[in-house]
Every structure is written in C-alpha cells, then in structure tokens.
C-alpha cells in the first residue's frame, strides 16, 4: 500500500468492497481482451506460425496479467475466464484457441502468488521476485503447454500430427513427435516472456499499481 501523505485521509475498503472491485476489474478486462483480440484480429492472424497456428503477436494475455497486477490474483483469474468465454466468438480456431490461451496463462498469476503467497502487489514488484516467480510460472507453463501438444495432437489432431515440422526454423527435416518436444518449449518461452515483461513495463514503470493502490 502507498505511504499516506501529510493531509490526506487514508480510504480503508472493506472484504466486500475489495471482492466487488475484484470482480468488477477481471470482468472489465476480460471483455477489454476480447475487444482489443477482435480488433487487432488482421495484425494477430497475420503474425501466425504456418502449421502450428500460433501467433507471434498476441497481447490478449497481456491484459489479462496487466489486470492481475492491477487488482490481485482473483481478478487476474476471472479476466483470463471472461476473457476467454469471448475469445470463443471471434477465434477462428474455434474453442480449441482460448483453451490453449487459459492454460498458457493460468500458471503466470497462479504461480506468483503460490511461490510469495502474495498480499501486495509490492512484493511482486521488487524486480528479483518477479524474475524468480516469472522463471517458475514460464516453467510450469512450458510442461502443461506440452502435455497439452502432445495430448491433442495424440487425439483430435492425430491426422495432422506427422506434418508437424521445424520448417519455421529452418529445420523442415524434423518432423512429428520430435517437432512438437523441441517447438512447443520454445514457442512458449518466447511467449512467456512477453506475457510477463510488457505487463510489467506498462504497471510498474509509470507506477499505475500506485495510482490504484488495490492490492
């Protein structure tokens, strides 16, 4: 919380004003996500992995973090749900892409708080903490990305999946099973990063959790 400066009054909200806010706040840029997705759908298909249709360029995810840092873990949560209910409409992969989207994202809000039991967003802040929460959210990101490759690929996209190749890479002669082990990690990681690095700029740098002062 912010230090209470000479003259002003310290506002303290109450459990049921904080749950409101909460849920007002992930409902808000949940919605927010969804329109800045539909909006920026040309740019974001356009930036698409050709066979593995996985965009470069998404910052649906970004608002979802920017919220979590805004307003804590529950809010956080409830925009990557809401977020993802209106991804449903306007994805061309139909559901399959907002499920992809909710379970890349879920680990970077559950983790933090799981590794800090996080009460502020102060601690969260602190450049140190967010690089090791940022480490072991990508992480458990990576092994439930993959587990999720390998399980559909194995099922609904099992006609698809010895066309898988490395050919984004340079290395079209790598195909199938290995192309999914060695892509999936890394395509995740790039994305991981930009999930938690651009949220952070756009919080923390001009100190919007401050003006805030939610959590």
Do not use: H
């Amino acid at each position: 919380m912010s230090e209470v400066k000479s003259g002003e009054i310290e506002v303290v909200r109450s459990k049921r004003t904080n749950l409101i806010i909460q849920i007002a706040g992930g409902a808000i840029f949940g919605g927010l996500s969804a329109v800045v997705s539909f909006v920026l759908s040309p740019i974001i298909n356009a930036s698409r992995i050709p066979g593995w249709n996985i965009a470069m360029f998404d910052p649906t995810s970004w608002i979802w973090i920017i919220c979590f840092l805004i307003f804590g873990p529950l809010a956080g949560l409830i925009s990557c749900a809401t977020g993802s209910v209106g991804l449903l409409i306007i994805d061309p992969s139909g559901w399959v892409g907002p499920v992809f989207k909710f379970t890349a994202t879920i680990p970077l809000i559950l983790i933090p708080y799981f590794v800090f039991k996080l009460k502020d967003s102060q601690k969260l802040k602190k450049p140190r903490n967010y690089v090791i929460s940022g480490v072991a959210s990508t992480a458990v990101r990576i092994l439930a990305m993959l587990g999720l490759n390998l399980l559909f690929f194995m099922t609904i996209w099992s006609a698809f999946f010895q066309f898988m190749s490395l050919e984004i890479l340079g290395l079209g002669n790598i195909t199938g099973l290995t192309a999914v082990l060695i892509f999936a990690p890394i395509i995740n990681f790039y994305t991981s990063v930009l999930d938690l690095v651009v949220p952070y700029l756009l919080v923390f740098l001009p100190k919007i959790d401050e003006k805030f002062d939610f959590w």
